[in-house]
């Protein structure tokens, strides 16, 4: 469909409702047709997430793990396809960066054109895992009492508006289950342009609150898992609002600088005049500050013989949960369908497979940047075969 189709067709009047073209034209403007890219930040309003003057640095291994490169690796039947780590990385997945550390060492590394270990890109639905350990420590430090709180303790503009606001509690926010009336429908479509121009205003909108004001319900909270960008997006507002900061300034002291970033990192937001980050997508870093988030998992929420996040939160998030595949927004590979290992890892991932996986038993973390996945591999995957077979 043409930019010229798009756009006039965002003026018509759809299922009664006149629905505004400002946001999806916005996002054309900035990201084309194809939406948002890993480089794209350079084209959106954004806050800087500082890093201190401390630095830590992953050690480079005395030897390469170029065992690696021989091995193979099969997704589930009935293709059983069989490809080597660079082929199920590489081919056809656009990845640009890999990085695999094991015990603080970095083992392998694999980069393709001038992307590097040091270059921001953007990672998408992993800032929501990063929203989740942000949640962590506003509820050790006491700025949310518990997060069986409903949203309307910190967004008050809800009461009145429909009573399931105040049954919609943090925890269900954590765990996918608000039961709001939102997709993440990127594909444009006439049929469903109230769906897209829901997911445009809350990319390229100006006015995040106003939004989420505006939200219905289709379910009670808590009853329905239901993937959705809005209940994380309403998670940073209510992160902001009980910790009295910007997130971008409340990253930086609690985990940008404590973990001692090599870099600084960005975080779009809705408008200057607003300035509501989107906690849901927005996070721009290095992949080797990435991979420190998973090392900070990995090692129960202490950084340098200091606590970060409480461990009780820790397990919250990582303890296996059969009953829900997204648990305090990271995934556990025991849910899914592909095999898992004797000693499983867990893993935030976004769109295009932005990946972060980890598994504390083998002491590794695994990162993976791409523009693109559109090969038989699922990155995760791979990662928990490999991580099964380390040596």
């Not at 170029?66 to 990385?89: K, R, S, V």
Request: proline residues 4%; aromatic residues 12%.
């Amino acid at each position: 469909m043409s930019i010229t189709r798009v756009i006039s067709t965002c003026c018509l009047v759809t299922f009664g409702i006149v629905l505004s073209s400002c946001s999806i034209m916005r996002g054309l403007c900035a990201d084309g047709l194809d939406g948002p890219g890993i480089f794209s930040f350079e084209r959106h309003v954004h806050d800087t997430i500082p890093n201190g003057d401390q630095v830590f640095q992953f050690k480079m291994a005395e030897s390469r793990a170029d065992w690696i490169d021989t091995l193979h690796f099969f997704n589930d039947p009935p293709h059983c396809i069989n490809q080597t780590f660079p082929e199920a990385m590489a081919n056809k997945s656009d990845t640009q960066g890999i990085m695999i550390i094991h015990d603080d060492n970095i083992v392998y590394e694999m980069y393709r054109g001038d992307f590097t270990a040091d270059r921001l890109a953007t990672i998408f639905s992993v800032s929501k895992s990063i929203t989740s350990l942000l949640c962590g420590i506003a509820l050790d430090e006491g700025y949310i009492e518990s997060i069986d709180d409903p949203v309307t303790k910190y967004l008050p503009e809800l009461k009145g508006k429909d009573p399931r606001w105040e049954r919609l509690t943090i925890r269900y926010l954590l765990g996918m289950f608000s039961g709001l009336d939102f997709d993440d429908e990127y594909e444009f479509n006439i049929k469903e342009l109230k769906t897209v121009n829901a997911i445009a205003r809350l990319n390229y909108g100006h006015n995040l609150v106003k939004q989420i004001r505006g939200l219905k319900f289709r379910s009670e909270p808590g009853t329905k898992f239901h993937y959705e960008s809005m209940t994380t997006a309403i998670l940073g507002v209510i992160i902001e609002r009980a910790t009295g900061r910007r997130y971008a300034d409340y990253l930086s002291e609690k985990v940008w600088k404590p973990l001692q970033m090599e870099s600084v990192a960005l975080i779009n937001i809705d408008s200057r005049k607003h300035d509501v980050a989107h906690a849901f997508g927005g996070i721009t870093c290095t992949l080797k500050d990435l991979a420190k988030i998973g090392r900070l998992y990995l090692n129960n929420g202490m950084w340098e013989g200091k606590r970060i996040v409480s461990e009780d939160w820790i397990h919250l998030t990582t303890d296996y949960d059969p009953a829900s595949n997204y648990h305090y927004s990271w995934y556990d590979v025991r849910f899914e369908s592909f095999k898992t290992g004797q000693h499983p890892g867990f893993y935030a991932i976004g769109i295009y497979n932005q990946v972060l996986y980890v598994n504390p038993y083998n002491k590794l973390i695994m990162v993976r940047i791409g523009k693109d996945n559109i090969g038989w591999a699922t990155i995760p995957a791979v990662f928990e075969q490999l991580s099964d077979v380390w040596q």
